[in-house]
């Protein structure tokens, strides 16, 4: 990967951005993608829109989310422990023994999240054995009391686990938020792709805003955009490591290449054409069938004004809303190369009507 582009994933994921509190990530987006844009601008709800050739047709948009799961400060007890409430779906045992940051009004701020040692849970009542409630988890900060925290905590400031990348072998990376900054990171380098290239297309690539919280950035930027054809960008889970079930979920593998939706949310044009182009720009891709609405940005943009021609292409990713999920850096590229040549693919003449 080139080393700027590896640079700007870099720092997304180094930027918190918990669903409502995506401020921060968003400026690294603008600035970035700046750089070859025909516009960028923000809209009231936060989504970052940035087009190239916005005059064209037809108007494409593409969606990746830039919100990442999160904590929100809830209430501090007389000793300074913090208390929390989930910002989207969390899984409460990944969250016992991390260090977190609670990024308060002064500057962010270490903590740690735990509970009381091994050999104090009582076995009589399976407190072992049983997962925890986030209600009974609290953030340690490391302060005397509750007037030390209230010095430098709000309520209501966000909390992320430490924002760092891990690197694994064979071009793998562990993160927490790749679900879905990586999605945001495709649909702004394909823009990137495409500003030295000539084609019929309007393109709008959008950084959309609280997904994880009910696909609502993408709702309100699809009908601001207001698109012909729409591709949402976001993590699949792999299927291939242990305890999954690919009876249920079908074959997905790190590394074998963006993996393109199929069925109802999914418009078969636009379908037809991501895999004709994916065959002869001889990128490689992978298939999954969705029987359903998805959950991802997709299922919003569809179902836009009068209809918009929809697609989901997504980065295979392990270990979905942990701190460690993981991706390869080869599918991230793959999948921007896929979206930009699906919009050279694309005349004015296209018909996307099913
Ligand atoms: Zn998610």
Known sequence: MRTESLDFLRKMVETPSPSGYEQPVQKVVREWVSKFA???????????????????????????????????VQHIDDEGFIYVNPIGGHDPIVLVGQCVIVWGPKGPIKGVMARKPVHLLARSNDELSKAPKISDLWVDIGVKDKKEAESIVDM????????????????????????DKTGAWVVMEALRILSTRKFDAAVFAVSTVQEEIGLRGATT???????????????????????????????????????????????????????????SKKIPFQLNGQSRATGTDANA?????????????????????????????????NCAKLLAEFVMAVTKRTDFTP
């Not at 997504?314 to 809303?321: A, K």
């Open 38 to 72: 025909d516009e960028v601008r923000t809209d009231l709800h936060g989504n970052v829109i940035a087009a190239k050739n916005p005059k064209g047709s037809p108007r494409i948009m593409f969606a990746g989310h830039c919100d990442q799961l999160g904590l929100m």
């Open 221 to 279: 930027s699809a009908f601001g955009v207001e698109p012909h054809v729409g591709i949402a960008v976001d993590v699949t889970h792999a299927t291939d490591h242990p305890s999954m079930e690919k009876k249920i979920s079908g074959e997905v593998n790190l590394g074998k290449g963006p993996v393109i939706a199929r069925g109802p949310n999914i418009n078969p044009v636009v379908y037809d054409v991501m895999v004709k182009t994916a065959r």
């Open 301 to 333: 943009i569809q179902i836009s004004r009068a209809g918009v021609a929809t697609g989901l292409v997504s980065v295979p990713n392990r270990y979905m809303h942990s701190p460690v999920e993981v991706i390869s850096l080869k599918d991230l590229e």
């Open 156 to 179: 209501g400031d966000p909390i992320t686990w430490d924002l760092k990348i891990t690197e694994l072998r064979n071009d793998l990376m562990a993160a927490p938020g790749f679900d």
